[in-house]
T-cell receptor, first 110, second 115 residues
Framework: LAKTTQPISMDSYEGQEVNITCSHN???????ITWYQQFPSQGPRFIIQ???TKVTNEVASLFIPADRKSSTLSLPRVSLSDTAVYYC???????????FGAGTRLTVKP | NAGVTQTPKFQVLKTGQSMTLQCAQD?????MSWYRQDPGMGLRLIHY???????DQGEVPNGYNVSRSTTEDFPLRLLSAAPSQTSVYFC??????????????FGAGTRLSVL
């Protein structure tokens, strides 16, 4: 399983763009990169997934460089409600065992 | 659409008691799993199932048993509760077992305290 490294915490202010980078140096050729968001007292929920280059949905963008050894989750114009823990997961298409790390605790301030 | 339903939401046990945490999904998902989350930490995988009749161990399986007799249900059993099992437990399901390609849907969690 590819190991991931994320910052423990980040602070931001409302209206700013937030970029959370995840390092996964030993990512395998068939591994995908998936991000989840977890609010207090709730289960995680899927945000975005990608394999290479850039993926964008209504919530976030995911940037993956050519070497795929890192990825960056970008949240545009955050609000107080984006305060949550964000998890980066890396795994192969046939992997039944996905592991969550400690995640990045994002705090958005007014 | 209920999604993933966990019961109970809260539970207090005494050391040595047994109990079953229930998890049900109505999305006809093949894959189901149980995680525990301790304060300030990420989720750790306890057990998972890739289909009815098939279960396997995750990262922290000791002290927990599971079974998967139907596609919809995946109960987690604590045979003899210990204070170290005080945690929040999350159940999740996914359409396919290839988790890297399939979104996991999580329940609201069960907060368990073992005294």
């Amino acid at each position: 399983l590819a190991k991931t490294t994320q910052p423990i915490s980040m602070d931001s202010y409302e209206g700013q763009e937030v970029n959370i980078t995840c390092s996964h140096n030993n990512i395998a050729t068939n591994d995908y990169i998936t991000w989840y968001q977890q609010f207090p007292s709730q289960g995680p929920r899927f945000i975005i997934q990608g394999y290479k280059t850039k993926v964008t949905n209504e919530v976030a963008s995911l940037f993956i460089p050519a070497d795929r050894k890192s990825s960056t989750l970008s949240l545009p114009r955050v609000s107080l409600s984006d305060t949550a823990v964000y998890y980066c997961l890396v795994g192969a298409g046939n992997n039944n065992d996905m592991r969550f790390g400690a995640g990045t605790r994002l705090t958005v301030k007014p | 659409n209920a999604g993933v339903t966990q019961t109970p939401k809260f539970q207090v046990l005494k050391t040595g008691q047994s109990m079953t945490l229930q998890c049900a999904q109505d999305m006809n998902h093949e894959y189901m799993s149980w995680y525990r989350q301790d304060p300030g930490m990420g989720l750790r995988l306890i057990h998972y199932s890739v289909g009815a009749g098939i279960t396997d161990q995750g990262e922290v399986p000791n002290g927990y048993n599971v079974s998967r007799s139907t596609t919809e249900d995946f109960p987690l059993r604590l045979l003899s509760a210990a204070p170290s099992q005080t945690s929040v437990y999350f159940c999740a399901s996914s359409y396919g077992a290839a988790l890297a390609k399939n979104i996991q849907y999580f329940g609201a969690g069960t907060r368990l305290s073992v005294l």
